[in-house]
């Protein structure tokens, strides 16, 4: 039985208490388990001005990722496009890949990866608001490309080498660029869980194959909390439904340690709101998490499975990640046999 490609989003929490320092050690560790465990690839998301989030300078923490494992492989989810000019991510990603040849990824989205402030603080000068990501997308595939003889400006290292991009998103507007430029398609359903099944369907109807795939890939990104009981699950994920209170109440703090119980810490409105941010959520036992997997794949025919996890104690997030794994090696994929990505090359 071929079963579910599975993967993790680490967001390099840092827990209250802790510090940037204590978030990346425990970020490698988790990316050394998770290598052992069989997960397909590790990514680390870009995020700004956010006290609970270490991976600010995403490609530095991938490459202290990518040199501490081995076989995994390990990118972006995502490089915030708009932030950066598209020659500097093709020459720190040509960069990572003669580091770590055939194990880096690219994926892109075209949010600021944190308020309005400090969008403008990081494009200050520039006059961008994301409005150029398709145009800022196909710069940056051009440097990818081989270079031509006589040709003026290049990445260097980056020409010539083969860096998978996906598009990330949550809405339509990735959707549908990543169908017309036959690139993979990750949705963050994880917080924004809207417009899923639209986007899939967009996505899979206008797909156009390309040199780097030739049918869709979906990849779904879930909140995955598991423990030994349904109760203790329950308990781990108020530390993630206590900052999504914070970012309802305009409080950002670092990951915070969980409670026994959120009520009367949130009114009847902000639960409902968090709750609904936070639909794609598989929060229990095992038996709990296989059911609830079973149920998005059915939904989504989803090729391949994200999870990310704000889990306060890292033993217990160790321990869910070991636990996922198991199950996902359990759960069949949706892709015909024989099928493989094809744009990946493995080491």
């Known amino acids: 039985m071929k079963t579910i490609l599975h993967s993790i989003l680490d967001l390099a929490p840092i827990r209250q208490g802790g510090d940037a320092a204590l978030a990346f050690r425990h970020t490698l560790d988790l990316a050394q388990h998770a290598e052992r465990w069989g997960y397909h690839r590790y990514w680390l998301a870009e995020h700004h001005n956010i006290p609970g ?23 972006s989810g995502g490089i915030m496009l708009p932030n950066h000019a598209p020659l500097v991510i093709a020459e720190q990603f040509g960069t990572l890949e003669s580091l770590y040849p055939g194990r880096i990824d690219l994926g892109l989205g075209r949010a600021p990866g944190g308020d309005q402030l400090t969008a403008r603080a990081l494009r200050r000068g520039a006059g961008n608001n994301g409005d150029t990501f398709p145009q ?50 990750a949705f963050a359903s994880h917080f924004a869980p809207d417009y899923l099944d639209a986007a899939l369907d967009l996505y899979r109807q206008n797909f156009r194959p390309s040199s780097q795939l030739t049918k869709p890939h979906v990849m779904i ?47 009847a409105v902000e639960e409902q709101h968090a709750q609904h941010k936070l639909h794609y959520s598989a929060v229990g036992s095992p038996e709990t998490i296989r059911r ?40 069949p994929s949706s892709r015909p046999l024989g099928a493989s990505l094809q744009f990946e090359r493995m080491p």
Do not use: C
């Not at 003026?152 to 169908?179: E, T």
């Open 53 to 75: 989030i270490a991976s600010a300078a995403t490609s530095l923490v991938i490459g202290y990722v990518a040199g501490g494992t081995s076989r995994i492989r390990v990118g």
């Open 136 to 185: 800022d997308l196909l710069e940056l595939q051009a440097y990818f490309a081989p270079a031509e003889p006589g040709q003026l400006l290049s990445a260097i290292p980056g020409a010539g080498l083969n860096v998978p991009i996906y598009l990330l998103g949550s809405s339509d507007f990735s959707a549908r660029l990543a169908a017309e430029l036959g690139l993979p398609f």
């Open 221 to 267: 990104g879930v909140n995955l909390v598991a423990a030994d009981t349904d109760e203790e699950a329950v308990r781990l994920f108020t530390s993630l439904q206590q900052m999504f209170l914070g970012i309802i109440r305009g409080t950002r703090t670092e990951l915070p340690p969980p409670v026994e119980t959120m009520r009367g810490l949130w009114s």
């Open 292 to 331: 609830e997997l079973r149920t998005l794949i059915k939904q989504t025919s989803a090729d391949e499975i994200i999870a990310t996890a704000q889990i306060f104690d890292h033993a217990a997030r160790l321990h869910s990640f070991e636990i996922a794994a198991g199950i996902f090696e359990t759960l």
